[in-house]
Nanobody, 116 residues
Framework: QVQLVESGGGLVQPGGSLRLSCAAS????????MSWYRQAPGKERELVAT????????TYVDSVKGRFTISRDNAKNTVYLHMNSLKLEDTAVYYC?????????WGQGTQVTVSS
């Protein structure tokens, strides 16, 4: 079965960096677009970044452009979210996502807290 397992979240000061990882299994990872979403308390879940199967195209929500980078290693079935210059408003649970045969799959999420 499809599994997405995130890791790498934690507590970081404003201006700091984190790298999130999402290990995928149960499907042909290299065939599928992968995304990161986040959900802050009291807010709707929002799409943060997307990467195409070969990694040649990436897209970002405006609020993270220039600070976050999505990447993937198809040999390791893993997608990453490199987060730099973190801000208080980046605090959220971050989720890995893919859509396979019109069915959405989510990871369990990893908490990122930006606080001084």
């Amino acid at each position: 079965q499809v599994q997405l397992v995130e890791s790498g979240g934690g507590l970081v000061q404003p201006g700091g960096s984190l790298r999130l990882s999402c290990a995928a299994s149960g499907f042909s990872f290299s065939w599928y677009t992968m995304s990161w979403y986040r959900q802050a308390p009291g807010k709707e879940r929002e799409l943060v970044a997307t990467i195409t199967p070969t990694g040649d195209t990436t897209t970002y929500v405006d609020s993270v452009k220039g600070r976050f980078t999505i990447s993937r290693d198809n040999a390791k079935n893993t997608v990453y979210l490199h987060m730099n210059s973190l801000k208080l408003e980046d605090t959220a649970v971050y989720y890995c996502y893919t859509n396979r045969n019109s069915r959405p799959y989510w990871g369990q999420g990893t908490q990122v807290t930006v606080s001084s």
